[in-house]
């Protein structure tokens, strides 16, 4: 009787790691951007214009790791807060800059006062 009850403990215990070992290697990462009221300082803020706005440059905040695509939006970016977020955005056919900006970081663009052409901004 000892015997079974050891095989069954062992083939139990087998079968928790097994499922628990698979449960971690497949579970993708869940990456959910997302547009969110401004106000709070650990947001990602963006000030941005695009030509549907008539070039009046607003602020959009998003929040949460991921990328958020715009491309054909024709939108241009004026200034990043970074928040509690390392940045990045796409434009002129790769990510910038290759060093992610750093949390908690105001980044302008001085020497572009009419701002740089984003595609795609990513919180990584």
């Known amino acids: 009787m000892k015997h079974i009850i ?3 403990a062992l083939a139990a215990s087998t079968t928790l790691a097994l499922t628990a070992s ?3 290697v497949s579970a993708p990462s869940a ?3 997302n547009n969110v009221p401004c106000g ?3 947001f990602l803020t963006l000030t941005v214009h695009t030509t549907d706005s008539g070039n009046i440059p607003y602020d959009w905040c998003l929040a949460n790791a ?3 695509d715009m491309t054909g939006a024709n939108m241009w970016l004026h200034r990043i807060s970074t928040g509690n977020n390392r940045v990045q955005w796409y434009g002129d056919g790769k ?3 290759a060093n992610p900006i ?3 970081t105001v980044y302008t663009f001085p020497n572009f006062p ?3 052409r984003m595609d795609q901004i990513r919180i990584l």
Do not use: M
């Open 6 to 8: 050891k095989r069954a």
């Open 22 to 24: 698979l449960s971690a």
């Open 31 to 33: 990456f959910a951007i």
């Open 40 to 42: 709070r300082s650990d």
């Open 66 to 68: 991921g990328t958020f």
């Open 95 to 97: 990510w910038q800059p």
């Open 102 to 104: 750093e949390k908690n």
């Open 114 to 116: 009419g701002g740089v």
